[in-house]
């Protein structure tokens, strides 16, 4: 089977620099994938890292190792609108194609 | 504002009755998923339709069961409801018949909730 395992929460201060890390025992391993979900909202994708290494977006970046089974979000220089729920996600073959998800680290963000 | 469009927005039902939600997916999309988001289970992915037809399966239960339409939108039927039903149901579409995370877009979601 596969797992997922990330912080339940995590807080910060605005202007801040949080990471959130995410490890995974999964088979048929294709890639890993980042997405943000507001209270009530729908999830909204982020990042998403097949090769190993950093890809940076804006003020977000996105890090993996196939090697050791983990990954991490980095937010920088954080605002008030980064308070939300962040879920990594493994995109898996297992005779088909599909992704796989945690169960979220909430990120709070005060002032 | 994704371009996917599900209906209803929230659906409170009694335990054994049967419920369908509806997905329309984005202009020119021709995959649709379906997703089960529950407060113990976080996000798990149930069903996927390419172009009609069912392209692979998840964590979806015998109860449920989905379909996708000539005009591509898509309806997840549930059946003999449960309180462990209760949850947030999100469809997402993609123009392409694998899934790739950077082409797949979610819609708003529907909230059902059986008392």
């Known amino acids: 089977g596969q797992s997922l395992e990330q912080p339940s929460e995590v807080t910060a201060v605005e202007g801040a620099i949080v990471q959130i890390n995410c490890t995974y025992q999964t088979s048929g391993f294709y890639g890993l994938s980042w997405y943000q979900q507001h209270d009530g909202g729908a999830p909204t994708f982020l990042s998403y890292n097949a090769l190993d290494g950093l890809e940076e977006t804006g003020r977000f970046s996105s890090f993996l190792s196939r090697s050791d089974s983990y990954g991490y979000l980095l937010l920088q220089e954080l605002q008030m609108k980064d308070s939300a729920s962040y879920f990594c996600?493994?995109?898996?073959?297992?005779?088909?194609?599909?992704?796989?998800f945690g169960t979220g680290t909430r990120l709070l963000v005060s002032p | 504002d994704s371009g996917v469009t599900q209906t209803p927005k929230h659906l409170i039902t009694a335990t054994g009755q049967r419920v369908t939600l509806r997905c329309s997916p984005r202009?020119?999309?021709?995959?649709v998923y379906w997703y089960q988001q529950s407060l113990d289970q976080g996000l798990q992915f149930l069903i996927q339709y390419y172009n009609g037809e069912e392209r692979a399966k998840g964590n979806i239960l015998e109860r449920f069961s989905a379909q996708q339409f000539p005009d591509l939108h898509s309806e997840l039927n549930l059946s003999s409801l449960e309180l462990g039903d209760s949850a947030l149901y999100f469809c997402?579409?993609?123009?392409?018949?694998?899934?790739?995370?950077?082409?797949?877009?979610f819609g708003p979601g529907t909230r059902l909730t059986v008392l």
């Open positions: 202009s020119g999309d021709l995959s």
């Open positions: 997402a579409s993609s123009a392409l018949a694998i899934m790739a995370p950077d082409t797949q877009y």
């Open positions: 996600a493994v995109r898996v073959n297992t005779g088909f194609q599909k992704l796989v």
